[in-house]
């Protein structure tokens, strides 16, 4: 017997989501492999501009430098020493997932070519509000010059949102390119296509179409494989973590497609095999939507899939609102389970018995069937009616922050924990943050859109809402003061024994809070502001009848490193902390449970910025 799951909206609008393609991209499960950074053997006749270290840093204050630190692991150009040259794969790719950390320096610019042809900017866009085809992330624009002046640029495509961490930071990239197609003649059939392209975990393409190659394409001859190509003549950047997913082996195919349905409640697989079904067919596909009227049913299908490269593959069976099973070569493959079930299998080449059943009993759910294929070598896709579900897609409820600039929710962060009074504060300048009243804390940062609030407002809603671009999470959160005993006593977990009150807060004419809160005997006023242009937060904590050993901490990660002018890196370089104002304090960088900690003992006033 199958559990019943307790339920749910965030459950049910994510597999809508999914089967609309909306929200999640290919997965990578091809033939993988991480570019060896050890030396420079992967690419050909490197230049000179191009070096490995074990590490580097970025100077806010200097164009276009880096500082590499001697070793290996990280892949850095400075073309301001030496002249600037492309560097190119040995190897050549079709369909691709490229995914890597890049660091720009501040001003720079450089760009990643797929196929040596197609380029994915990457700018230094940190606080830029415009965006366009050479702004980071952007596709950069073709190029003919016999179109008249002015339009000799064109068919290039910005970013969804801006995004980009400042200069010195790791930013990530992910890529999901398909090839172009041609005919056994070699005439083209498909344009190459971007399906998704993702900065910093946030969407800012998806199915582009790339009608030829970019300007400063190494050939403007398209063709069905090419090199991989950073380009190198035009500022300083650096590489790591380059992972590529190659894939190259042929889709399954189903055929010999029937059905047959079964009307009422199956909760076991079994139990429909001595009833005769309401109605059978042929089918040329994969399908949920069979015009059955009523709510419960189940659906068995038959057929033939085709195999043309033996080998492992792997099943996805997406069932929201229901149950499904998936045997193919006379195996159970995917076992009936309910929502979400997944399975692999090693198949020989050949035509193998493939069987399906999809059993819906939730009266509330829309039919949604969805089976998806992946394998090594094998981007995965769906091989089922790929139409189903999208008439199901809720449409989001996205805030601006000049429409409502503070927002109190519900916020789920990472670690499935949930802040219950949270406000989230929104800025023009397209940077945000979420404030914890419970732990007088800041939550989490982010950079792009405001808020979707369809978790909270569509239908009965469940109070949450969610940030809308790329966010930092600052961990749990625990109170930001504390009263220590010593600089090496453990942070407070909790509010026990603080005597914490949170008392709101207050707003200013342009609807910036003052978060308001008693701890340790004390009056902490609390006051985030925006920095200009975006490129972070200031923070500034004051404290009335300060008392003795109290201390604040303003970060935590797996490692901060100290810089210049009051300056520190945290979380292998994921922000800047800078030190501004703390009344003649000394900053303490301690080790607690192989974890950093940013601490400062408390004389009044502590004030910092954030810079992201």
């Not at 079904?277 to 596909?285: F, H, R, Y």
């Not at 050949?350 to 069937?369: C, H, Q, R, S």
């Not at 966010?471 to 090496?488: D, N, R």
Request: net charge neutral.
């Amino acid at each position: 017997m199958l559990k019943s799951k307790s339920k749910p909206y965030k459950r049910f609008a994510a597999a809508c989501a999914f089967v609309a393609g909306i929200a999640w991209g290919p997965t990578a499960a091809g033939q993988s492999a991480t570019v060896p950074l050890h030396d420079l053997s992967f690419f050909q006749n490197p230049g000179k501009s191009w070096q490995l270290a074990a590490d580097v840093t970025a100077d806010l204050g200097k164009a276009n430098i880096l500082h590499p630190a001697k070793g290996t692991g990280v892949l850095v150009n400075m073309p301001s020493k030496n002249k600037g040259q492309d560097l190119v794969s040995v190897a050549e790719y079709g369909d691709v997932d490229l995914e890597l950390d890049f660091m720009m320096a501040k001003g720079s610019n450089s760009g990643v070519y797929l196929q040596g042809r197609y380029e994915i900017q990457l700018e230094d866009s940190w606080g830029k509000s415009n965006r366009s085809a050479s702004s980071n992330g952007g596709v950069y624009e073709r190029w003919d010059e016999s179109r008249p002046k002015g339009l000799q640029g064109f068919q290039g495509y910005a970013p969804r949102q801006n995004v980009s961490r400042a200069p010195g930071l790791w930013q990530h990239l992910k890529v999901s390119f398909q090839a172009p197609r041609f005919d056994a003649s070699g005439n083209k059939t498909e344009n190459a296509k971007l399906l998704r392209v993702e900065l910093n975990g946030v969407t800012i393409h998806e199915n582009v179409e790339l009608f030829g190659p970019t300007r400063g394409a190494i050939s403007n001859t398209e063709k069905a494989t090419g090199p991989l190509r950073f380009q190198g003549d035009h500022g300083a950047v650096a590489f790591r973590n380059i992972l590529i997913s190659h894939f190259t082996k042929p889709r399954p195919v189903l055929t010999n497609l029937a059905y047959t349905i079964h009307g009422g409640r199956y909760d076991q697989s079994r139990q429909y095999r001595n009833l005769p079904p309401e109605a059978e067919g042929p089918s040329g596909i994969l399908t949920s939507n069979l015009a059955y009227k009523s709510k419960q049913f189940l659906v068995r299908y038959t057929g033939t899939l085709q195999i043309k490269d033996a080998g492992d593959y792997t099943f996805n069976l997406n069932t929201p609102g229901g149950a499904g099973m998936v045997s193919i070569n006379n195996k159970e493959v995917v076992p009936m389970n309910e929502w979400d079930s997944k399975g692999s299998t090693t198949l020989p080449a050949g035509n193998i018995p493939f069987e399906l059943l999809y059993t819906k009993y939730m009266d509330w759910a829309a039919p949604v069937l969805n089976l998806k294929v992946s394998g090594p070598g094998l981007r995965e896709f769906i091989i089922s009616d790929t139409e189903v579900g999208l008439s199901d897609v809720v449409d989001p409820i996205l805030v601006d922050a000049q429409d409502k600039p503070v927002l109190r929710s519900f916020m789920d962060i990472p670690g499935n924990y949930r802040v219950t009074h949270a406000v989230s504060v929104g800025s023009p300048a397209q940077l945000h943050y979420t404030y914890d009243m419970d732990h007088g804390a800041l939550v989490q940062l982010w950079r792009g859109g405001f808020i979707d609030a369809t978790p909270m407002w569509h239908e009965r809603g469940d109070g949450s809402s969610r940030p809308v671009g790329s966010v930092k999470h600052f961990g749990k959160p625990t109170l930001s003061i504390a009263k220590l005993t010593s600089e090496q006593a453990a942070w407070a977990t909790d509010t026990t024994g603080s005597s914490y009150r949170q008392k709101g807060y207050s707003l200013t004419t342009d609807e910036q809070p003052t978060f308001l809160y008693e701890a340790y005997g004390v009056n902490v006023q609390d006051a985030i502001r925006v920095l200009e242009n975006g490129q972070g937060l200031r923070r500034e904590v004051n404290v009335q009848n300060n008392g003795a050993g109290l201390y604040m901490r303003l970060a935590e990660g797996s490692k901060i490193e100290e810089m210049p002018k009051g300056m520190y890196l945290v979380d292998d370089k994921a922000y800047y902390v800078k030190i501004e104002d703390a009344g003649g304090a000394r900053p303490v960088v301690r080790t607690v449970a192989g974890r950093q900690e940013l601490i400062i003992p408390v004389k009044g006033k502590v004030a910092y910025s954030i810079l992201f």
